[in-house]
């Protein structure tokens, strides 16, 4: 049982406090004009016109101090109540200029108490998204650094006429600028897709869809030695096909990077209000406490692995934006060599089919 105290709302603080403070009024004045009328009278013998000119007077001073107090005491309190709303106010500011503000401590009263969760929650937000732009520029600086500097040294040696122009410097430079060229164009992709739009929604069959991309991968797959068996459910769902194609795209020119088994299961079938898909494999160690970290932009489970030996590290992350837009998940299971990569689709529950059939090969 929780048994925190329950904040009152704001109404309910004011109106009690009202009620009091009138109540106190009205009780303090009415008590002491009384005991003064009984002492004017009984002991003090004053009756008729003087006695009610001594009561106005009495009631007038009781009254005003009462009120003082009164008020007093509301003052103080309603500063209490208000306390909150100023630090709400001075967080605020804090965070429009840029800053990370303090969490705030929970009051008493409903309304500010809402007002301040929601105030810590979008503080953290802003600070999460803060956190990530700073890495974003801090890893893209980094892998710009790279083809730039070659880019430079290559301009200026031709400048300076340290090295002549041949076929071989043009093709050097070329690969430079390809390099930049596609690193943009990938970052252009997971801003589209984490821009919260709205995607292409069209009926796809999956399956098929899927069957394609591991066609087009075929002759890759067959000069790296690796056999492929498939076992796909037929499906139909509605989702991007250019998105979902190149999730598999990025999938799969994984998979053909990193495999070291010569071996790869790709399964597709339904479960629950999901279609699935595991592509299963024997790839490079990936350690368990990396395993989540694969899918952040520029990582990379190789850190001597660069563009210029392989991708900037953006698929992966590319692929979990693509998915997740779908309303979808991608995740990763592994035992540190065999890895398990799953993507999760939901499907209309009318559109759901059974259609087991036996393993075929690629």
Known sequence: MDNRRKPGSLLTQLTFLNTIIIGAVILIAGFTVKNYACNLVNQQQITGSNLESLLNDYLIKVSLLAFILAGGFHFFFIKWLTNPLKKLTEATQVLKKGG?????????????????????????????????????????????RTPLTNLTGYLEGLEKGIIEGDREIYRSLQEESGRIERLL?????????TADTDYNQEVLHIHELLKRRLTAFQLKFMQKGIEVETDLVPCSLQGDSDGLQQVFNNLLQNIADYDVGKKLSVKGFVQGHDYVVQFSHQGKEIPAEEEELIFERFYRVDPSRSTMTGGAGLGLAISKEIVESHGGSLT?????????FEVRLGIPPHDKKENHHEPTMV
């Open 185 to 193: 164009e990938q970052l252009v992709h997971i801003n589209q897709w």
């Open 332 to 340: 990763l299971q592994s035992d540190g060599e065999h890895h398990v």
């Open 100 to 144: 990370n503000p303090e969490r705030l401590k929970q009051p008493l009263i409903y309304e500010v108490k809402e007002l301040s969760e929601a105030f810590n929650e979008l503080s953290e937000t802003t600070a999460h998204v803060k956190a990530r732009q700073n890495r974003l520029l801090r890893d893209l600086s980094h892998e710009l």
